[in-house]
């Protein structure tokens, strides 16, 4: 099994909070992320994927950097969100980043205050990050990485054009994209926005 490589702090916060072992799957997500490349991800369940995109991000990223979000993750539903927020608060003790959720309930003008007065890590679903994109509510001018967290439900009818508008007005950065299944629309996705990629089954 490869080896896991990550800050001491963030390797500690894991244990601490009984993530460790990885698994050979999420050893290589973390190593995607550190590549700095666009990856599209194939895991058996999306869910194992999460608390490695939480870990990378908190290698990758460190401390809080000016004003704008570096890190976008889309996800399907607030109760995703939040069980992305929870392993940010839980393993990111250690840090100042400053981590904030955007979905369909609590009020958009606070959201947007929220963010727009700092934020290292958004995470929200895609159709509230239009509506926030609609009225200026968040900077994509200094995102280093997009994540698609189990892009199947992204990319469904219904909500893949907002998907798409949120590709379509992030910079051309890393892009890494977590499914399930290998979909023909995943594979469509990929090659118009994160051209050229790797492609891993992590079964």
């Not at 400053?98 to 700092?118: C, S």
């Not at 990485?145 to 590709?167: C, E, M, P, W, Y």
Request: aromatic share 10%; glycine share 4%.
């Amino acid at each position: 099994m490869p080896k896991l490589k990550l800050q001491q702090e963030v390797l500690e916060a894991l244990e601490a909070n009984k993530f460790l072992p990885f698994s050979t799957a999420q050893i290589k997500t973390t190593s995607a992320f550190k590549s700095g490349q666009n990856h599209w991800l194939q895991y058996k369940d999306a869910s194992e994927a999460r608390v490695a995109v939480v870990a990378s991000t908190l290698h990758m990223l460190k401390s809080s950097y000016e004003d704008v979000a570096r890190t976008l993750i889309l996800v399907e539903s607030k109760e995703v969100a939040d069980d992305y927020f929870e392993m940010f608060e839980a393993l990111g003790k250690h840090t100042d980043l400053r981590v904030w959720t955007a979905y369909k309930g609590p009020k958009i003008l606070d959201q947007k205050e929220n963010i727009y007065f700092g934020a290292d890590v958004v995470i929200a679903t895609p159709q509230r990050l239009n509506e926030l994109l609609n009225i200026e509510g968040f900077n994509s001018a200094g995102l280093l990485t997009l994540v698609l967290d189990n892009a199947d439900q992204l990319l469904k009818v219904g909500i893949h054009s907002f998907t798409q508008r949120i590709s379509d007005s992030v910079p051309n950065r890393q892009r890494i994209c977590i499914s399930v299944h290998n979909g023909k629309g995943i594979q469509t996705y990929m090659d118009r926005f994160a051209y050229p990629f790797t492609s891993s089954a992590l079964l």
